[in-house]
């Protein structure tokens, strides 16, 4: 893996870092405090580019190729989307990394150091930008745990169609939202 600085040019934003939503999150001079902390790595197929159980703080970046996820020696997932952000939860729990991940094909990624970010807008001093940041992660976090609780449904009702198991009858359904109360008219005749 070759690790490079992320140089800005003219102030210009190519057009594979434009449509990355984890950088529309900044404004102007926060983006170029963002980009100036940052690197460009270029990974070959097998390069890792966390490795589970290590502690690092970066966040990272797919700009280009195909990942996988793997928890010891199983893969888990895989990152292909330009723009798809990965390792932020180092950003909020500080702790090892759970899970590898390993270009599967020539991959070029922009790590984001935030802990060279906190470095240079403490908290104290620019709260404004440490919300967008923790904004950005927590709508992140939101987004993959819903897509990982609706796989987890369609897993659970593809396990039950296997062995041939009914539909869960107790499975609660959305709650509804209270509605005003109106008068109720009744339709019935009255037999005299």
């Known amino acids: 893996m070759k690790e490079f600085a992320y140089i800005p040019e003219d102030g210009e934003l190519p057009a594979s870092l434009r449509a990355v939503p984890f950088l529309n999150a900044f404004n102007d001079e926060q983006l170029d405090d963002v980009l100036n902390s940052s690197s460009l790595l270029q990974c070959d197929v097998g390069d890792h580019i ?45 702790d090892r990394r759970l899970a590898s991940v390993v270009a599967a094909t020539p991959s070029v990624c922009l790590a984001v150091d935030q802990k060279f970010l906190q470095d240079i807008h403490p908290r104290e001093e ?24 609706r796989r987890l449904a369609e897993v659970e009702r593809e396990l039950r169609e296997l062995r041939g198991e009914p539909e869960p009858v107790d499975v609660p359904k959305p709650v509804a939202r209270p509605r005003a109360k109106t008068a109720r008219v009744s339709t019935r005749r009255r037999v005299s």
């Open 50 to 94: 966390i490795k589970e159980g290590t502690i690092d703080s970066r966040i990272y970046i797919l700009l280009s190729g195909t990942l996988d996820v793997c928890v010891g020696d199983k893969k888990v997932a895989s990152i292909s989307r330009s723009g798809d952000v990965f390792g932020e939860l180092a950003l909020v729990n500080h």
């Open 126 to 149: 620019d709260p404004a930008f440490h919300a967008a940041l923790y904004e950005f992660v927590a709508r992140l976090v939101v987004k993959k745990l819903d897509a990982t609780s």
